[in-house]
């Protein structure tokens, strides 16, 4: 069964920031672009970053120059650096493949920006 294991949330002050983490099994690590996604409350789960295995990123609009999303082939793990957070940046963020359906989500880890 795949693993996705995200941490690093937590409540912040709008204007600070904060790393996510996922740890991600190892097979599908090597193979996959990865993505970070959120849902705020009663919000749809949105795409919010994605790195692909050759390290190209993207972002939508709302994130562009405050989020950093990375990745560590070595530890199987992909990060996502949040900067200058805004108090609608507030949600559960998880890591998954945006190219490959692998029917498995993480538990997610909360992100709280306070105004």
């Known amino acids: 069964q795949v693993q996705l294991v995200e941490s690093g949330g937590g409540l912040v002050q709008a204007g600070g920031s904060l790393r996510l983490s996922c740890v991600v099994s190892?097979?599908?690590?090597?193979?996959?672009?990865m993505g970070w996604y959120r849902q705020a409350p009663g919000s749809q789960r949105e795409l919010v970053a994605v790195?692909?295995?050759?390290?190209?990123?993207n972002y939508i609009d709302s994130v562009k120059g405050r989020f950093t999303i990375a990745r560590d082939d070595a530890k199987h793990t992909v990060y996502l650096e949040m900067d200058r957070l805004k108090p609608e940046d507030t949600a559960v963020y998880y890591c998954?493949?945006?190219?490959?359906?692998?029917?498995?989500w993480g538990q997610g880890t909360q992100v709280t920006v306070s105004s």
């Open positions: 998954n493949t945006p190219y490959e359906d692998i029917n498995s």
């Open positions: 790195i692909t295995t050759n390290d190209i990123t």
């Open positions: 190892e097979t599908v690590f090597s193979r996959s672009a």
